[in-house]
């Protein structure tokens, strides 16, 4: 196999109330962001489309603190939609890792599509 870099995934899945939605998994499995609910499945890949034209742009990107002290993020589209949430994280900084997580990631992550 050789050193080859593990590149991250989209998850496409259904929740229990039957409603699509996508996680962006980083080369080691790690969640790194999470979309809301959809009713279709076409809203949800227009979604991860959505992701994916929009990660590298840092200005897309809503830094927050949760009302606990976390830290955490939104992926917003150009009409300012959030498209993507982040979990909390502890520091700022390992917030900001999420981020650039997501920037190197969701570009060029392939679709693995759990409810086909």
Known sequence: MGAQKVAGKFELYQDKAGEYRFRLKAGNGEN???????????????????????????????????SSGKHMFNLKAGNGQVIGTSQSYTSASGRDNGIESVMRNA??????????
């Open 107 to 116: 570009p060029e992550a392939k679709l693995d599509d759990q409810t086909a």
């Open 32 to 66: 790194i962001l999470a979309s809301e609910g959809y009713k279709q499945k076409s809203s949800a890949e227009n979604g991860i489309e959505s992701v994916r034209k929009n990660a590298s742009e840092d200005k897309r990107y809503e830094r927050k603190e949760t």
